[in-house]
């Protein structure tokens, strides 16, 4: 099982490039989420989707876009790169009920923005 | 506002023993809690989730508690070998969330060492 796939696994942006951070499930979860990482602070939730045509914002979505146009695919992109968004990037994916939610992650993005 | 805090921050043993890794949090209105491990570059991996009607759940040499009441839940890692050494995280899913977002709280996690 393949799980939750991530790539690129490493980036490097200049200020104000644009890239989309790809994420892939093959489980068939409903629920899909983009987290960040940064030190101190624990991971932080960006976008959510609760299944393909419905996304919505999380904690800190601003400079961030997502779309889900089918239940496997949930790309994260960045408009216009800046060095604040340098950080870690999951993807994570379960199914929509609240009791049996296990949440499985993706291997992470590191993106550096300079 | 939920928080999440994990004791220690950091732990170094020697391999063999048993340890404990603690996990607190301040609202018990709680769907589950799961326990992940992180290694150095890598991604999240779960280790265990617990229902909030749980009590505890285990595997292999892993065994997590959970006393939604008082707000903890432990990893007890018994044996402990090299290859345990990485992060542990925490992460609560609140059940007072406003709308569908199931997200997490996390905990910073405690970064354990086992030494041969």
């Known amino acids: 099982n393949a799980g939750v796939t991530q790539t690129p696994k490493f980036q490097v942006l200049k200020t104000g490039q644009s890239m989309t951070l790809q994420c892939a499930q093959d489980?068939?979860?409903?629920?899909m989420s983009w987290y960040r990482q940064d030190p101190g602070m624990g991971l932080r939730l960006i976008h959510y989707?609760?299944?393909?045509?419905?996304?919505d914002q999380g904690e800190v979505p601003n400079g961030y876009n997502v779309s889900r146009s089918t239940t496997e695919d949930f790309p994260l992109r960045l408009l216009s790169a800046a060095p604040s968004q340098t950080s870690v990037y999951f993807c994570?994916?379960?199914?929509?009920?609240?009791?049996?939610?296990?949440?499985?992650f993706g291997q992470g993005t590191r993106l550096t923005v300079v | 506002k939920q928080e999440v805090t994990q004791i220690p921050a950091a732990l170094s043993v020697p391999e063999g023993e048993n340890l404990v890794l603690n996990c607190s949090f301040t609202?018990?209105?709680?769907?589950?809690l799961q326990w992940f491990r992180q290694d150095p570059g890598k991604g999240l991996t779960s280790l265990l989730l617990?229902?909030?009607s749980q009590r505890e759940q285990t595997s292999g040499r892993l065994n997590a508690s959970l006393d939604k009441s008082s707000g903890r839940s432990t990893l007890y890692i018994a044996a402990s070998q090299p290859g345990d050494s990485a992060t542990y995280l925490c992460?609560?899913?609140?059940?007072?969330?406003?709308?569908?977002?199931?997200?997490?709280?996390w905990g910073l996690g405690t970064s354990l060492a086992v030494n041969p």
């Open positions: 617990i229902q909030s």
């Open positions: 992460a609560v899913r609140p059940a007072a969330d406003a709308g569908n977002n199931r997200k997490l709280i």
């Open positions: 994570a994916s379960s199914y929509s009920g609240h009791m049996n939610t296990e949440a499985f």
């Open positions: 989707s609760v299944g393909a045509g419905i996304t």
């Open positions: 489980m068939n979860h409903e629920y």
């Open positions: 609202d018990s209105a709680i769907y589950n």
